[in-house]
């Protein structure tokens, strides 16, 4: 069965309501900016409504969803590299840490 | 059992089932943005760690209007790549071309929202190296990040008309769509981590 096969029987309904729900969750990032919360609360949530749109736009509308195999290939690949930046940068740390920059 | 047979059947012992069953042309995509996406997870977290480090960041943006419109226009230009995919799947030709120049359109239109927001920005003294609003740093980071992303905007708009063309034309078929949609959706995808942290983090209250 080819890729395009494999697709043809999802209907556009699925696709229009996963589309209203990352606009709702988009909006939602709008509504958190006009909050009256520190720029660290803020960054958490919106950080957290953007990695659930995001999830939303791989599983769905890049079909990550049925293909077990790759879904777990993007997922644990791109985690680590993430996490590889955000722990393994020494600048990093010094930032974090409030330490003076090397000179 | 020919020779023939022989051969041939020695030939598809060798051959290997494509990695997770995902045709080669779409692996390929798959790999290229697991590495842009390590591009732009890298600039975000640089200026994430450049923001927390450096007082009196600037907060310039005082409307929301139009970073709200270009979301929405990109948001738009996801669903209408799937309805195009959806098209060709289907055999839809024409519908599928049709909706593949929405999103191509859809795609300009958010690069000139874009640029009339830089050329504003720049009309008020922001360039990459300068800052009217505080630290130059803040004007190197958004129209560095900004640009990269509005780079592979135009990037998408080029091969969504390059390939929707030749698939009108019969030279490419609906699996060359879907992979052009993923790159696509990749792009929306970015643009859902750069509104937050280099727009709405930096609205003044």
Redesign the interface.
């Given at each position: 069965m080819?890729?395009?096969?494999e697709?043809?029987s999802?209907?556009?309904g699925k696709?229009?309501g996963v589309?209203i729900c990352?606009?709702v969750l988009?909006g939602i990032?709008?509504v958190?900016?006009?909050q009256?919360i520190s720029?660290s609360q803020?960054?958490v949530r919106?950080?957290i409504?953007?990695i659930v749109?995001?999830a939303l736009?791989?599983l769905f509308?890049?079909h990550l969803w049925e293909?077990r195999?790759?879904k777990w290939?993007?997922l644990i690949?791109?985690v680590a590299?993430?996490l590889g930046?955000?722990y393994g940068w020494t600048?990093?740390f010094r930032?974090?840490e409030g330490v003076q920059w090397a000179k | 059992m020919s020779q023939a047979d022989v051969t041939m059947g020695a030939h598809s012992a060798l051959m290997e089932e494509p990695a997770?069953?995902?045709?080669a042309k779409?692996m390929a995509m798959?790999l290229f943005i697991?590495a842009d996406?390590?591009t732009f997870?890298?600039c975000l977290?640089a200026y994430?760690?450049?923001r927390?480090?450096t007082p009196n960041w600037p907060r310039p943006f005082h409307s929301?209007t139009n970073v709200?419109l270009m979301?929405?226009i990109l948001?738009?230009s996801?669903?209408t790549m799937?309805?195009g995919?959806?098209s060709?799947?289907?055999g839809d030709k024409s519908g599928a071309f049709r909706w593949t120049m929405i999103t191509a359109l859809a795609g300009i239109l958010f690069a000139g929202l874009h640029l009339r927001e830089w050329m504003g920005m720049i009309g008020e003294g922001a360039t990459l190296f300068t800052n009217p609003w505080g630290t130059p740093l803040f004007s190197s980071l958004f129209f560095s990040i900004t640009g990269l992303h509005l780079l592979h905007v135009t990037g998408g708009v080029v091969a969504l008309i390059a390939v929707g063309l030749r698939y009108q034309g019969g030279r490419y078929?609906?699996?060359d769509l879907?992979i052009t949609g993923?790159y696509w959706?990749?792009v929306?995808?970015v643009w859902?981590?750069v509104?937050?942290?280099v727009y709405?983090?930096n609205?003044a209250?």
């Open positions: 080819t890729t395009a096969e697709h043809k999802n209907g556009v696709d229009v589309y990352i606009l988009a990032q709008f958190i900016a006009y009256d720029a803020m960054f919106m950080l409504v953007a749109e995001a736009a791989l509308f890049m293909n195999g790759l290939f993007v690949f791109t590299v993430i930046m955000q600048d990093s930032i974090s | 997770f069953r995902v045709p779409k798959w697991i996406s390590a997870a890298g977290v994430g760690f450049i927390n480090a929301i709200a979301t929405f948001l738009t996801s669903l799937l309805i995919v959806r060709a799947q289907k078929n609906a699996d879907e993923l959706h990749f929306d995808l859902m981590f509104v937050p942290l709405l983090l609205l209250h």
